[in-house]
């Protein structure tokens, strides 16, 4: 007889996350509903984080650790997926927690719905102990989206985002999908859309299940040639999702070309002039408002159409207010 296959597959890259490590792991052992395996995927950390976990190895027979050398999320997500055997995918990031009894939750909702393929959850961030509850829009919300909405609901702040951390996938969703290593910012987001056109059955609900530690060291808050990738990651987007997104996908190119442009504003002005080069390229957007986007987002891009330089300052701005 074969072994039975766990409800929940949770798979959590490590890279020297020692510091977070401990309550990433508390959260998931805190859990009522137990019918999960646990997949560490040490990407090569030079700090305690395999110690740590490998404390818990030897006592939870679903806990597994997977070591590899130091060759990005990506690669350490692929591994984990290699070596998931659950009924239902998960992602978990090692600096992060999950709130609420989040499993339980989850396998109460799928096991009552058993045709979804991908199930939508809402996330909090937590800012230094801060709490910010992040708002899901109602169209986003309910037991049939359309695919439509789902991939609305990935690119959209109103809907779950790009994340991998706050969905579900029905593991033969997933299939032969990967994430592609060569994408090293907005990955996940990649990922999401390619098992979207797997999928059928989308679903989603406003519970809040899971923090999302926001750190200002963190990859996505600071800035290196692996940013670059968001460019080649949105094309391939942009490859994937009917005509009507063109626009959209087109809205997160230019914006990331001012955020890129206001690094460097300053203290480089080749970076500077390639940013703002490139955004005169794209063609202008007036009508802003549809796209879902945040405050933050959205007066940089109207002020773009008229002033790239002082939609930079603008966004700098912003930032500065932010972080006061």
Not at 43 to 66: A, M, R, V
Not at 119 to 128: A, K, Q, R, S
Not at 269 to 290: A, G
């Amino acid at each position: 007889m074969g072994k039975v296959k766990p409800f929940f597959s949770v798979i959590i890259p490590v890279y020297n996350s020692s510091e977070y490590l401990q309550k990433c792991i508390s959260s998931i052992l805190c859990q009522e509903f137990q019918d999960y395996e646990a997949i560490f995927v040490d990407d090569g950390s030079s700090d305690e984080s395999i110690s740590i976990i490998s404390k818990y190895i030897k006592q939870h027979h679903n806990f597994k650790l997977i070591k590899q050398e130091n060759l990005g999320v990506s690669a350490a997500r692929n591994n984990g997926l290699k070596n998931a055997t659950g009924q239902y995918i998960m992602f978990m990031d090692s600096d992060d927690y999950w709130v609420n009894d989040i499993l339980k939750r989850l396998n109460k909702v799928l096991s009552s719905h058993k045709s979804v393929d991908i199930l939508f959850f809402n996330i909090f961030e937590d800012i230094d102990n801060t709490f910010k509850y992040h708002h899901v829009s109602s169209e986003f919300l309910g037991e049939n989206l359309s695919k439509k909405a789902a991939i609305e609901g990935i690119l959209s702040n109103k809907g779950y985002r790009g994340y991998s951390f706050n969905k579900v996938f029905k593991n033969t969703c997933i299939g032969k999908n990967k994430f592609d290593e060569s994408i090293t910012y907005l990955e996940d987001m990649l990922f999401n859309i390619t098992c979207v056109q797997n999928a059928t059955k989308f679903m989603g609900i406003d519970d809040c299940l899971y923090a999302y530690r926001w750190r200002q060291t963190s990859v996505v808050n600071t800035f290196g040639p692996s940013h670059m990738t968001i460019f080649e990651a949105l094309q391939k987007i942009d490859a994937l999702v009917p005509g009507e997104f063109h626009d959209a996908i087109l809205v997160k190119e230019k914006f990331t070309c001012i955020d890129f442009a206001s690094r460097f504003i300053f203290k480089n002005k080749i970076k500077y002039n390639s940013f703002k080069d490139k955004f005169h390229k794209k063609k202008k957007i007036y009508r802003l408002k549809k796209f879902g986007l945040g405050k933050t987002e959205l007066l940089p891009l109207i002020l773009g159409n008229f002033s790239f330089t002082i939609s930079v300052l603008t966004l700098n701005l912003i930032k500065k207010i932010k972080e006061r």
